[in-house]
């Protein structure tokens, strides 16, 4: 069992390490871990935010756990970072069509939701975000148009192939939870989201004990704060989930809470090759002071062992032992409370 381990930019170093000592702690017989560069490392060291050393680790590995990439306090490497050259272009180079993105409030942590504590209660979701298409892989540039204006541009499409491999994960998953998929588009502006949106009709055909309902993305936005407990399985596309997902993770309390999974087809012997991290970036404002929460990595972590590797006795025991971190109020300070990254890894391993 190959995990390869990128580590990135920002505070995905710091994270990743928290997240690599939990699983080295479980004793997983076979576990090997590879390292890679991505991001800025690997821009100094290779010339590419992902060189090819890096895909040929990935390409091997079971599983991928990353931290974050990115850096805007330096704006040369930020656009040598773009993420469709980073991230974006390692989630294509391996078909990660699918990422999983679950908000769950945990038991006792109304306090820390940006929701009063009874609407807070009622979130259990989960976010199916397709992730290899829609208008952050369009053909895009800024042109000089012929007045002389400059004009920034960026295509907005899907195809129906597309659409129809992530509803068929979204309607499963709908299956295995509350039996209700709620599909996001703006498919009153947007002609891409009109067919997004007959294209799930036509899946649901397969999925008969599915309820599905579709709802226009600004509506989602104020409906996930206002009830989220009308919400069992969202799907949507790439940059609407995105959004979505960081709003979601108010929801439960921090963005240091929440990870996620991006599946793909091809499987292995112990399950589906995947890469896991946290649903944030590299945070660059708190990088390097061992402050960011290292919980939604952790949490990647359990699901990487779950989706990847077969191993849900492991998965289940890191998540327990965060929730027991938190019940016990080991609070970083994106929940308010001052213990740092080393610490929140401190109180999780010692629970596991
Ligand atoms: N998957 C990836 O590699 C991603 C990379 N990015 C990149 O990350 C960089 C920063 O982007 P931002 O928009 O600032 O988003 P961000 O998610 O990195 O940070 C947003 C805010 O949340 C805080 N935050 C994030 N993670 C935290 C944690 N674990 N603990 C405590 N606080 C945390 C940050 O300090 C910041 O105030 C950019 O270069 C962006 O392109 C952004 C999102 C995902
Ligand atoms: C580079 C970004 C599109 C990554 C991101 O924000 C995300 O996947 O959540
Ligand atoms: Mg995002």
């Known amino acids: ?5 990128f580590a990135g930019d920002g505070i995905g170093p710091e994270v990743t390490r928290e997240a690599v000592r939990v699983l080295e702690a479980l004793n997983i017989a076979g576990l090997e871990l590879v390292y ?3 991001g800025g490392a690997a821009y100094y060291k290779h010339g590419h935010p992902l060189p090819q050393v ?18 805007y306090s330096c704006d040369h490497l930020e656009r040598a970072l773009r993420p469709e050259q980073a991230v974006l272009g390692l989630r294509k180079a391996l078909s990660l069509f699918a990422n999983l993105r679950p908000a769950k409030l945990m038991p006792g942590m109304e306090w820390a939701s940006a929701l009063r504590p009874e609407v807070a209660r009622e979130i259990d979701l989960l976010i199916v975000r397709e992730l290899v298409g829609d208008v952050y892989f369009g053909e895009k540039g800024i042109r000089t148009l012929e007045d002389g204006r400059r004009q920034g541009w960026d295509l907005m499409s899907y195809a129906e192939d597309e659409v129809r491999r992530i509803a068929h ?9 509350g039996k209700k998929l709620c599909s996001v588009d703006k498919a009153n502006v947007l002609e891409t989201s009109q067919l997004w949106r007959d294209v799930v009709i036509e899946v649901s055909a397969d999925y008969p ?4 309902t579709h709802m226009y993305v600004d509506n989602a936005a104020m409906q996930l704060v206002k009830g989220p407990g009308q919400f069992d399985v969202v799907v949507t596309g790439n940059l609407f989930g995105d959004i979505l997902s960081d709003q979601a993770s ?16 091809r499987q292995t012997q112990y399950g589906t090759v995947g890469l896991y991290e946290p649903i944030h970036g590299s945070a660059p404002d ?3 002071q061992n402050k960011a ?15 990847s590797l077969g191993l849900e006795a492991q998965a289940a025991r890191i998540e327990a032992a965060v929730e027991k971190a938190l019940v016990d109020g080991i609070k970083g300070g994106d929940l308010g409370g001052t213990a740092t990254t080393t610490q929140v890894g401190d109180a999780v391993l010692a629970r596991l």
């Open 1 to 5: 069992m190959k995990i390869a381990v």
């Open 54 to 71: 890096t895909l040929d680790i990935a390409n091997d590995a079971d599983a991928i756990l990353f931290g974050a990439v990115g850096d």
């Open 250 to 265: 108010m929801c439960v309390g921090s963005i240091g809470l929440l990870a996620s999974a991006s599946l793909g087809t």
């Open 169 to 177: 994960v979204a309607f499963k998953a709908a299956q295995g939870r």
């Open 209 to 212: 004990d599915v309820e599905l």
């Open 36 to 38: 890679g560069d991505v």
């Open 286 to 288: 708190i990088a390097g």
């Open 293 to 307: 929460n290292p919980m939604a990595t952790i949490l990647s972590a359990a699901m990487l062992l779950r989706h």
